[in-house]
């Protein structure tokens, strides 16, 4: 099973909400940042939000005031609510973590620094 595990997604029309969720296993998630990342066809993984484990959350400016990430350290899981949903935010999402202590914008541009990705969740906003 992998360290993380993403569901959630599904078919939703615009100006809907959604919430994803990621279920971490395996790692000791007070020890590592979450990120969610979004990748739609023919275009470059983007980051999307991510909380440290001292619960600070970076969102992008994208999805600022529709998005928020939180975390459920007794459950190891995060979520990230998603509302006011728009045809552009239709992409696989994916959860990843790293082991640090902090996250930031710095982060979401930088995919390449988190170690452990789930499989993705299809998100579709469509009418």
């Known amino acids: 099973q992998l360290p993380v595990v993403e569901s959630g997604g599904g078919l939703v029309q615009p100006g809907g909400s959604l919430r994803l969720t990621c279920v971490v296993s395996?790692?000791?998630?007070?020890?590592?940042?979450i990120a969610w990342f979004r990748q739609a066809p023919g275009k470059e993984r983007e980051g999307v939000a991510c909380?440290?484990?001292?619960?600070?959350?970076a969102v992008a400016d994208s999805v600022e005031g529709r998005f928020t990430v939180s975390r459920a350290s007794t459950k190891n899981t995060v979520y990230l609510q998603m509302n006011d949903l728009e045809n552009e935010d239709t992409a696989v999402y994916y959860c990843?973590?790293?082991?640090?202590?902090?996250?930031?914008?710095?982060?979401?541009?930088?995919?390449?620094?988190?170690?452990?990705w789930g499989q993705g969740t299809q998100v579709t906003v469509s009418s």
């Open positions: 990843a973590a790293e082991k640090q202590y902090y996250c930031s914008d710095w982060d979401l541009n930088r995919p390449s620094i988190f170690d452990f």
């Open positions: 395996g790692l000791a998630l007070d020890d590592y940042a």
């Open positions: 909380v440290s484990p001292g619960t600070i959350a």
